[in-house]
């Protein structure tokens, strides 16, 4: 079984910074490659970033470019998204998920795990 917990979420103001984590447990975390994911109420649940198996290989929604870095550790199972310069438009739930595949995809469908998510809050 594959476990994935998502933290670092909460409330910061526009301009702010947060670090996300995912906590991986089970399977083989080195040959999975990640994802990020959000849903904001009353939209569907969007791309935000992904990351390949070694780290080598990242791809972003055009809205967070520039201002979000999706990263991984392998020794600690672990995969981060790093958020600058935070907008009131990136409130939503923060889901970080788990693909088999090993290489960066933002196809939704390709993914085998899902954590809960965690809520971040962009306000003033």
């Known amino acids: 079984q594959v476990d994935l917990v998502e933290s670092g979420g909460g409330l910061v103001q526009p301009g702010g910074s947060l670090q996300l984590s995912c906590a991986v447990s089970?399977?083989?975390?080195?040959?999975?490659?990640m994802g990020w994911y959000r849903q904001a109420p009353g939209k569907e649940r969007e791309f935000v970033a992904t990351i390949n198996w070694s780290g080598h290989s990242t791809y972003y929604t055009d809205s967070v470019k520039g201002r979000f870095t999706i990263a991984r550790d392998n020794g600690k199972n672990t995969v981060y998204l790093q958020m600058n310069s935070l907008k009131p438009e990136d409130t939503a739930v923060y889901y970080c998920?788990?693909?088999?595949?090993?290489?960066?995809?933002?196809?939704?469908?390709?993914?085998?795990?899902w954590g809960q998510g965690t809520q971040v809050t962009v306000s003033s």
């Open positions: 998920a788990a693909a088999a595949v090993g290489w960066a995809t933002m196809d939704p469908s390709r993914y085998d795990y």
């Open positions: 089970g399977g083989t975390f080195s040959t999975f490659s």
